[in-house]
C-alpha cells in the first residue's frame, strides 16, 4: 500500500540513491561485472552471487550476507558503508559518470520513514512490472532491474526494429518530476505523440495520482497496459 510520502522522503531516497550507485553497484561489480540491483525485502541489493554473497539494505540498515553469515550496520556515510562492504566507493572507473556526487564522510540522511516510503514505491512497482512481463511475455521481454546510475526500477517490451520497444519504469523522482512516477518511454521518437508524449520520454504517471486514484496496484498496472497497448497492441 501507498501512503503520503513523509517529509524525509527526498533526502533518504537521495541518499539511498547515493549508497546503490556508489556501495552496492561496485560490490556487485567487483564479484561478476554488472551493476544492476533488485528490490529485496523492505528494500533493494545485489542479486545472490554464485558464491552466496550478496549486500542489501533493509530498511535503515546495511546488511552483508556471506555463506552461514549475516551482518548488518546502520547506514550512516558512503565511507563506512563501503568499508563494512569491503569495496572502493564510487562507479567503477572508466564505467560511466557518477549521477550522484556525495563526500564519502557527509552523513546520508536516511530515515526510517523515508526508507520505509522508498521500500514500498519498489515493492509496488516490481509487482506491476512482473504482471506486464507476463502479460507480455511472447513480446522480449528484458528482466526487471533496478539501475543505480538513474535509481530507476525498469523493464524493455517489443521489437525495437519494427518500433514498438519501450521502456516501462518507475523513477523515485527526478528533474524531470519531483516525486515519484511511472513511464512508459518508447524507443522511436516518433512514436511519443498522443498519451505516449505527455513527457520528452514518453507517458508518465505521478506518485499523486496513483493514491487519489485510491486503487495504486490497479491505476498503476492500467496505465502501463495502456501504453503497451498502444504500442503492441492487447496482449
Known amino acids: 500500500m501507498l501512503e503520503e510520502l513523509p517529509d524525509s522522503f527526498a533526502a533518504s531516497r537521495d541518499g539511498l540513491h547515493a549508497l546503490a550507485e556508489q556501495v552496492l553497484a561496485p560490490f556487485r561489480y567487483a564479484l561478476d561485472g554488472h551493476i544492476g540491483l533488485v528490490p529485496t525485502p523492505d528494500g533493494f541489493g545485489t542479486p545472490m552471487s554464485a558464491n552466496g554473497d ?4 533493509d530498511g535503515v540498515e546495511l546488511v552483508l550476507e556471506r555463506p552461514g553469515t549475516t551482518t548488518r550496520v546502520r547506514i550512516t556515510t ?3 558503508a563501503a568499508r563494512f562492504a569491503g569495496v572502493e566507493p564510487g562507479v567503477p572507473a572508466g564505467l560511466y559518470q557518477a549521477a550522484t556526487t556525495i563526500d564519502p564522510s557527509t552523513p546520508l540522511g536516511v530515515d526510517g520513514d523515508g526508507a520505509t516510503a522508498v521500500a514500498a514505491w519498489l515493492a509496488l512497482t516490481d509487482s506491476l512490472l512482473g504482471e506486464l512481463h507476463e502479460l507480455y511475455r511472447s513480446r ?9 546510475e538513474h535509481f530507476d526500477l525498469a523493464c524493455e517490451l517489443g521489437d525495437a526494429s519494427a518500433g514498438t520497444r519501450a521502456n516501462y519504469g518507475a523513477s ?15 524507443w522511436d521518437t516518433s512514436r511519443r505523440t498522443g498519451p505516449l508524449g505527455a513527457y520528452p520520454w514518453g507517458a508518465g504517471f505521478t506518485y499523486d495520482a496513483l493514491l487519489d486514484s485510491g486503487d495504486p ?9 495502456e501504453g503497451a497497448a498502444l504500442l503492441l497492441g492487447q496482449p
Do not use: C, H, M
Open 172 to 186: 523515485p523522482g527526478d528533474g524531470a518530476i519531483a516525486q515519484p512516477y511511472l513511464y512508459v518511454g518508447p
Open 140 to 148: 522480449e521481454p528484458s528482466g526487471t532491474t533496478l539501475w543505480p
Open 54 to 57: 550478496r549486500l542489501r539494505v
Open 78 to 80: 558512503i565511507a563506512d
Open 217 to 225: 496496484k490497479g491505476t498503476g498496472l492500467d496505465f502501463y497496459l
